[in-house]
Structures are given as structure tokens and as C-alpha cells.
């Protein structure tokens, strides 16, 4: 079992960043993978980057070039830095875990809000 608690969300300026966290707790050493979706409104969730313990990563064509997802896994913890944010990155941004029976666990989501 494991439980994802995501921070960092808010508002800022197209051009700006912000660094959004989550952190993991229960039984860590069942997790394969941590990543970040996100979902706007009217549209289906959508992968944005994801990583592995072993620092492999994938990134969303929109995001690459533009957003880090970087772990750490003394803290328990994945952090996803986004730079050069446009209008279209505003959603809400879900914390994902998959273990090794392939069961996910999700956040209760941090909302970014990107200003034109």
C-alpha cells in the first residue's frame, strides 16, 4: 500500500516556473515507478514525465525541454520542475506510483494555474 501526497501547486505567469512535489509513504520498497500526469478541463489524463528508480525517463512530447522530473529516494520523494510555462500547461497535476504488481496509486492532484 501506498499513499501520495503532492505541494506546490499555484499560479504563475506564461514564461515563469514552478516546481511541483510528492512524497510517498507506506510500503515504499514496492515502487517500480513515479511519475506525473496531468488533466485539464474537458480533456482525459494525460502522462507528463515518469521515472524509474533507476533514473530512467520519459517525458511528454508538449513538456521535453521544458519540465525535470528528478527523484529522490532517500526522501521518498519526486519532484517535477517546470520552466517556461505556457497557458496550456494550467491543469491539475496527479502524483502516480505503479509497484511491481503493476497496481497504481494516485495523489489527490495539486492544480497549476498558468496566466496569460
Known amino acids: 500500500q501506498v499513499q501520495l501526497v503532492e505541494s506546490g501547486g499555484g499560479l504563475v505567469q506564461a514564461g515563469g516556473s514552478l516546481r511541483i512535489s510528492c512524497t510517498a509513504s507506506?510500503?515504499?520498497?514496492?515502487?517500480?515507478?513515479l511519475g506525473w500526469y496531468r488533466q485539464a478541463p474537458g480533456k482525459q489524463r494525460e502522462l507528463v514525465a515518469r521515472?524509474?528508480?533507476?533514473?530512467?525517463?520519459n517525458y511528454a512530447d508538449s513538456v521535453k525541454g521544458r519540465f525535470t522530473i528528478s527523484r529522490d529516494n532517500a526522501k521518498h520523494t519526486v519532484n517535477l520542475q517546470m520552466t517556461s510555462l505556457k497557458p496550456e500547461d494550467t491543469a491539475v497535476y496527479y502524483c502516480?506510483?505503479?509497484?511491481?504488481?503493476?497496481?497504481?496509486?494516485w495523489g489527490q492532484g495539486t492544480q497549476v494555474t498558468v496566466s496569460s
Open positions: 507506506g510500503r515504499i520498497s514496492s515502487i517500480r515507478s
Open positions: 521515472i524509474t528508480g533507476g533514473g530512467s525517463t
Open positions: 502516480n506510483a505503479i509497484d511491481y504488481l503493476n497496481i497504481d496509486a
